[in-house]
């Protein structure tokens, strides 16, 4: 299930993503697209001039009116725009998106890998159906996606193409809470590791971003507790917690053709956080 638009020129796009045209004409996908760092992704590919962006949003009422919103805002910067539900950790789903954009558009440049989920649980009390699930939709679901989207880089003419995965601060750490989470992170550097040698000689980039802290709907409700925000917040040489656009501005750069000769590279964009031991 799928719905379009049609973009038309814009007047103007927030210059907190814009100021160059890094991806021109661009066809870009990503998954978990309707809120956080995904729905921040989308509106700085299409600040940066790509043409289209399939966005891929869970399919309950409150991500498919995110979803929607979006669109509309993809649609006054200038960007078309196809909307696909469906449960990431589905294999067709990831299939669905590819085949989107190459009945629509003929290609893909650009695969954004960004669904995720992390309900906080301890170590002893973590039910095997979490478990599973955290697995099925961060590595699985991130797995099915991107091979579906590098086999239509690898066959579409010219062939080649980015793959970018939002990864985590805890691929390289533990977390007291997030003993399912931490290891998908790691699971997915070292795939997008992987896929780099694999898809290379298709021409096709595979690189990871490591966000620190950020606030969206994953960790609003933890961070609501004062103390620890503000612990937090003073763990960070910036004095500040990152937001979905601080992590947008690293993937955009990844994506281009500024990063052409970077593959199997992870980005760490943490304000600084994983250097201070203090």
Not at 161 to 171: E, N, T
Request: charged content about 15%.
């Amino acid at each position: 299930m799928s719905s379009s638009s049609t973009g038309a020129p814009a007047a103007a796009v927030n210059p907190g993503v814009a100021g160059s045209n890094l991806l021109p004409g661009k066809i870009v996908a990503i998954t978990g697209a309707s809120r956080g760092i995904g729905r921040a992704c989308a509106l700085a590919c299409a600040a940066h001039g790509a043409r289209a962006i399939i966005v891929h949003y869970l399919g309950d009422a409150e991500t498919t009116s995110e979803a929607s919103s979006l669109q509309s805002e993809l649609l006054q910067i200038g960007a078309q725009s196809i909307l696909i539900p469906g449960d990431i950790s589905d294999p067709t789903v990831g299939q669905a998106i590819a085949s989107a954009a190459e009945s629509s558009f003929g290609r893909l440049d650009v695969f954004i890998s960004n669904a995720g989920i992390c309900p906080f649980m301890g170590f002893l009390e973590m039910e095997a159906s979490t478990w599973r699930r955290v697995q099925d939709v961060n590595l699985n679901g991130a797995f099915f996606a991107t091979q579906a989207a590098a086999r239509l880089m690898a066959r579409q003419t010219p062939r080649g193409g980015s793959i970018v995965a939002i990864a985590s601060i805890s691929a390289l750490v533990g977390g007291e809470f997030q003993s399912h989470y931490t290891p998908t992170k790691a699971g997915l550097k070292s795939m997008m590791e992987s896929a780099a040698i694999g898809l290379g000689p298709l021409g096709i980039r595979c690189n990871s971003v490591l966000p620190g802290t950020i606030e969206t709907a994953i960790n609003e409700d933890d961070l609501r507790d004062e103390g620890k925000r503000r612990r937090m917040v003073e763990r960070h040489p910036l004095r500040r917690l990152g937001r979905p656009d601080d992590i947008a501005g690293p993937v955009v750069f990844l994506a281009s053709d500024l990063a052409k000769f970077m593959t199997g590279s992870s980005v760490l964009v943490d304000g600084g956080c994983f250097v201070n031991l203090q």
